[in-house]
């Protein structure tokens, strides 16, 4: 079993739609959780990171953590065509060892 | 670019060739990582840094070697690569206990042939 698991996707949405990422894990050590957005030919931008359990929300963004779930997800409201990229969930539990997800290819048609 | 920068973007080298991927961050972080990405699998962590020493080296083949000589550069040193090592390969820096997240750097995007 992968310590994380994600869907590839690709994911396919039309503008202006509700976008629904998520992951999950098998490792209940992992206390701190990161989502990163990665353009084509670029490297990992990090979006977001929180701590333990519950909602963060930033502009148009909201990562939500259940860790009695061992579940993560990222929304984005109102998506764009210039959301379109691969998405990266990663965690740790501290101390440099993050783990990463395969990564989702999410599609915003205009 | 600020942040994380890495150079050369692209490479292309033969297998019996020696080369070096070069990363800088100015970020005042104290821990610096190589990772591995290819095609449909995760990043693949190589080696981390923490204060300039290594503090995490997953079995990775001696043909890649790293260095770290302050805690703004990041060097991977490149011979006897096989086609299978090509790859994107990115340099990342982070506080030292890494629950803020890494920040990245563009990669270099190697190709052996």
């Known amino acids: 079993q992968k310590e994380v698991e994600q869907d590839p996707g690709p994911l396919s949405v039309p503008e202006g739609a509700i976008v629904s990422l998520n992951c999950t894990y098998s490792n209940s050590a992992f206390q701190y959780f990161m989502w990163y957005r990665q353009y084509s030919r670029k490297g990992p931008e990090l979006l977001m990171y929180t701590y333990s359990s519950g909602n963060k929300e930033d502009g148009r963004f909201t990562a939500q953590v259940d860790k009695s779930s061992k579940y993560i997800s990222l929304f984005i409201r109102d998506s764009q065509p210039s959301d379109s990229a691969t998405y990266l969930c990663a965690m740790t539990p501290g101390f440099q060892k993050l783990v990463f997800g395969t990564g989702t290819r999410l599609l915003v048609s205009p | 670019e600020t942040g994380v920068t890495q150079t050369p973007r692209h490479l292309v080298m033969g297998m019996t060739n020696k080369k070096s991927l070069k990363c800088e961050q100015h970020?005042?972080?104290?821990?610096m990582y190589w990772y591995k990405q290819s095609a449909k699998k995760p990043l693949e962590l190589m080696f981390v840094?923490?204060?300039?020493?290594?503090?995490e080296n997953n079995s990775v083949p001696s043909r890649f070697s790293p260095e770290c000589p302050n805690s703004s550069h990041l060097f991977l040193h490149l011979h006897t690569l096989q086609p299978e090592d090509s790859a994107l390969y990115l340099c990342?820096?982070?506080?030292?206990?890494?629950?803020?997240?890494?920040?990245f750097g563009q990669g270099t995007r190697l190709t052996v042939v």
């Open positions: 840094y923490s204060l300039e020493e290594r503090v």
């Open positions: 990342a820096s982070s506080q030292d206990s890494g629950g803020d997240g890494a920040f």
């Open positions: 970020l005042g972080h104290n821990a």
